[in-house]
């Protein structure tokens, strides 16, 4: 455990020195205050609570941000350190490659939820210096908002992690990760959408629809928060569809972690055969 967390603090320090990092969580909490304050406006026109107006949002902006960066982050933690050679000088010491492996994991994770947690932290904290008022059961939302968002920070962290071990180079691994981003984050709804239409509900039914839909965390991620509570779902339009989800949010959370422990179970096993 004391190796772990010597990695995963090292990983840390580098990443709050990068420019980069710093310059994504200030975007992250600039991009989630706009949209609290934008959120605020439709409270006394059409009934709803800012609350539930800048939970959809954000919900929204972490599906096509959140993965980007996770991604972004994680593609070269491996293959990169071999290019660099620092893989072999660490690798020199008395540690286990899947303790390299989880070490530097940890420490992009912590990265992901201190930029998640500070820049969402940031939006309820406006909000609740505002004049409206917001009830229990919508702090847990944004509660339930902000913690499934750093799930789905984890598990796309792992995919990068696990292109970043199969890969000799780092041009690959960065494309592997833009094609990852593309495919789950756009193309898979929309492949999904044109197999409905095409198929005309004869063998896509709806308790088949929503086994494909765990199969891409993003919308995992879309039917927790924007299914799993009333007041959002109402709001968001998908009343219909908590309705009829056959999930739990319990078991859409597990889903979620899922998404982040199975690939970077595959990547451990993958880089502790490979050659360096």
């Keep these: 455990m004391t190796t772990l967390l010597t990695i995963a603090a090292k990983e840390i320090r580098d990443g709050l020195r990068n420019r980069w990092v710093v310059a ?3 975007l992250m909490a600039a991009l ?12 006394g026109t059409v ?9 959809v949002s954000l919900s929204s902006l972490t599906i096509f941000l959140l993965p980007l960066i996770a991604l972004l982050l994680s593609f070269d933690a491996v293959v990169g350190e071999i290019d660099r050679g620092t893989m072999m000088l660490l690798l020199s010491y008395p540690v286990a490659r899947w303790q390299v492996l989880i070490g530097k994991f940890l420490g992009h994770a912590a990265i992901i939820a201190f930029a998640t947690v500070l820049g969402y932290g940031a939006a309820g904290v406006a909000l609740s210096m505002g004049n409206a008022e917001i009830g229990a059961e919508s702090w847990h939302a944004f509660a339930a908002l902000i913690g499934s968002s750093v799930l789905l920070g984890t598990a796309f962290t792992a995919l990068g992690y696990l292109a ?3 890969v000799r180079d780092r041009g690959t691994a960065a494309g592997i990760a833009v094609a990852v981003w593309l495919g789950f984050v756009l193309l898979y709804d929309m492949g999904l959408l044109g197999l409905l239409v095409a198929d005309g509900g004869r063998t896509l039914n709806g308790e088949l629809l929503n086994w494909l839909l765990l199969a891409n965390p993003a919308d995992a991620y879309r039917l927790f928060n924007l299914t799993g509570f009333a007041g959002v779902s109402q709001f968001a339009g998908t009343a219909g569809l ?6 739990s949010p319990a078991t859409l959370l597990v889903v979620l972690a899922a998404w982040g422990v199975a690939p970077l179970a595959l990547a451990a096993v993958v ?3 490979r050659q360096i």
Excluded at 32 to 43: E, Q, V
Excluded at 47 to 55: A, K, L, N, Q, R
């Design 24 to 26: 994504t969580t200030l």
């Design 242 to 247: 908590a309705a009829h989800a056959r999930f």
């Design 164 to 166: 970043s071990t199969l």
């Design 271 to 273: 880089f502790s055969r």
């Design 32 to 43: 989630a205050l706009t949209l609290s304050f934008l959120g605020a406006a439709p409270t």
């Design 47 to 55: 009934g709803v609570g800012p609350m539930e107006v800048t939970i």
